[in-house]
């Protein structure tokens, strides 16, 4: 029989180049391919070669974390030190976003990228920035109008840049300016009609300076040139007709409101009605909306007829109305989902009265109390919730104050039922991510209890609503327990909450 040698295993070959995990090691250290790679061991004393054992690779992830720290703490340390240098390599193109680390200058370096393709907008941001560095508080991120919260645009460095993409329009050089004031706001007010105004510009049409650079931005932009050359705002491209007599109004409206507040606080006014009236239609959806103008008004004129009608009712009877007459909405009818109009798309505000409107809107409540909804969840706003205690355990006085979100059509239901307000019919504008719904509940040594249900706008990340049982309105107390949320959650208070 033949003899047979034992039978060798044939060799592993082992594959050119580095395995996934190898790759994926590379990229974590910031790197861009192995010959970095190399590059970066000789560099800092580490072998060069490809296999390496997990805890190795462990050492060198943790030096490359440590480098980019202490790196990040030199460069804040520089740009303290002398933060003119550091904007002039900014402005140079020698520093982008992720080169530097306090907010503001990175907010500097996104305008800079946003207008890279507009030789001339670039140009004159440069001069801008130039000049507000010199002995101005301009150069900052934080957000400047509270209604747009945190949403893009509001910053004074993104107004300087809005500024800046209209300069072909200026009246006068901006070397020429000085600011006379060291309050922000000021400053970036008295630059804003240096460069546009030939005539007053009211102080609420700086907010155009806020939205960005999208097609309403724009608009409102337009708006303060256009009155700035002297023009009537009948004249400009407004979402709704103007009278003489709104226009007149338009121009008398408070300081703090915005552009498109200030709209509807003309008209409001011009049609009769008061102050009073103007901030709680303002608290609502139709404070910045001019959809279906033609039928909205007929409702304002409704409002301002019955002066007696408490202002607290306003904001029910919008959402109620805004439901009957145009809100589709989706329904379970036999176990399928579907997709009805609205109730009354013929809605008029002829013949009714008051009381009759305010039956209509507590059986509207009723209602959706007894409705079989979906039972859709979302996914959470992102935003964090809020608990402050206050009083002594071992007293009568002992509160624990609770804001919490509201992720699921069934919990927006048993808020309303609970609350008797119409909050079940923002589930479609949570789902989409619009909105998102909280409740104020307090805990007492008798129980827990509901206290607010609260509307957050999620991308401007702004309180928008704020309401009690029966829509009652929130009291001093409720709403410095808002501000301490929004202190600690970035949320801005509306003016008109």
Known sequence: MAR???IRKPKKVRAEGPDPGMLSHIRSLGLNGVDDYFD?????????QIDKHWRQRAKERSFSQREIAAARVAQKKQERKNPQRILDKIIGGELTGDSVTQPHLQAICRAFASVSSDRKARFAFREVLCRASADTELLSSQPVIAEFGHQAGNSFIDGLLALSRHFRAKVRPLDDWQPQSHNARRQFASLARHLFAEWPVPPFLDSAWFLGDGPEAQRQQAWFLHIGRGENIRTADLPIP?????AHEFMQAPVELTAQAALRWGQIHALGGNARLA???LGTWLGTNFTHNDFWTTVLQFLIANPLLDVAHVGPIID???????????????????LIGPPQPNFTMKGRTPDSLLRQVRAWHRTLARVQVPRDQWQPSGIAGFQFEEGSAKSANHKIWTIRELTSSRALLDEGRAMKHCVGSYASSCARGNSSIWTLEVELPLGQFRVLTIEVQTHSRLIVQARGKCNALPTEKHLSLLRRWGEQAALTLGRHV
């Open 279 to 281: 901030k709680a239609v």
């Open 320 to 338: 109620f109305i805004q439901h009957q007459k145009f809100a589709s909405e989706e329904v379970v009818v036999n176990g399928v989902r579907e």
């Open 40 to 48: 970066w061991c000789s560099r800092h004393g580490f072998g060069r």
């Open 4 to 6: 047979f040698d034992s």
């Open 242 to 246: 103007y009278t003489k007599r709104m």
